[in-house]
């Protein structure tokens, strides 16, 4: 789909692209401009990050067992972390459902698929956890000081029988890889998306100062805008694959704030879900 857009010079500069990338792809820059919303957003991209390197050692371990990924300190120190941030992201899924409850701000849609992603990710790091804490309640000599979440889930599960905990634990694991994989696969169909196409749009992002607007030549040019998918540029269509939904857009677009029909949030959405229905006989001007 990017392909068949129109060419577009985003490959200068690698240097710069590569710092805006760390800046705020990873370090997550411009996410505090609403301080509630961008608190809970580094709780879950956070463990996101974290969580990355349990998912391939849970997979290999799956495959090859007793497989250690990171062994002796190092896989000490990551124990700690992981069992640190799972509880940290399962805080940032609570606010942000309590935002979407309760304090939902109006540029904020309510979707049936934002709520099924904050189920998946919850549901994620509540199987891991418990997991591990009947993995340890069946064989408590794996304890450790450097998982103390998982050892407080042990010590509730302790004094059950051994045919229950490790029912408990095969049963669990078997969920967590299930949502694991049902993730992986729904991602681009999904709002989520943008957690894989945010990094390489971060990284060829306009570099030219904010507000410059592109010449257009109106003696030359047949047509002016875009009709059809095709006159757009490869980048605007990652644009639309890499949405959130979050509505920024809305805050400050003249028509939004005036109650004119168009609706930038809803023309984007619109736009990233027709690029997704690869299997739909779409006619564009239509959709459009």
Request: hydrophobic share 50%; aromatic share 12%.
């Amino acid at each position: 789909m990017l392909l068949a857009g129109a060419p577009e010079p985003r490959f200068d500069r690698i240097g710069l692209r590569v710092w805006k990338t760390l800046e705020y792809a990873f370090a997550q820059k411009r996410m505090f401009r609403d301080p509630y919303a961008g608190f809970f957003h580094i709780l879950i991209f956070g463990g996101f990050l974290v969580l990355t390197v349990r998912t391939i050692a849970l997979v290999i371990e799956g495959l090859v067992p007793g497989f250690v990924l990171l062994p002796g300190r190092l896989g000490n120190v990551y124990t700690l972390v992981k069992d640190v941030f799972e509880v940290l992201t399962l805080l940032g899924v609570g606010l942000a459902v309590f935002r979407r409850a309760f304090a939902r701000p109006k540029r904020l849609d309510l979707t049936w698929d934002a709520w099924l992603i904050l189920f998946l990710i919850a549901l994620l790091m509540v199987t891991d956890l418990l997991a591990e804490g009947a993995r340890v309640a069946l064989a408590p000599e794996l304890a450790t000081p450097w998982a103390p979440v998982v050892a407080a889930i042990a010590g509730a599960l302790a004094g059950r029988a051994p045919a229950t905990l490790q029912a408990i634990y095969e049963s669990v694991w078997w969920v967590h890889l299930a949502d694991l994989l049902f993730f992986g696969n729904y991602l681009p169909y999904s709002k989520h998306f943008h957690i894989i196409a945010s990094i390489p749009n971060i990284f060829f992002m306009s570099l030219e100062p904010m507000g410059r607007l592109v010449k257009v030549d109106l003696e030359g040019s047949e047509r002016f805008g875009a009709s059809r998918v095709e006159d757009l540029t490869w980048k605007q269509m990652l644009d639309g694959y890499t949405c959130t939904e979050c509505g920024r857009c809305r805050v400050v677009c003249p028509t939004a704030l005036t109650g004119k029909p168009l609706d930038p949030k809803i023309f984007i959405v619109s736009f990233s879900g027709w690029q997704r229905a690869e299997d739909e006989a779409l006619d564009d001007e239509t959709e459009w």
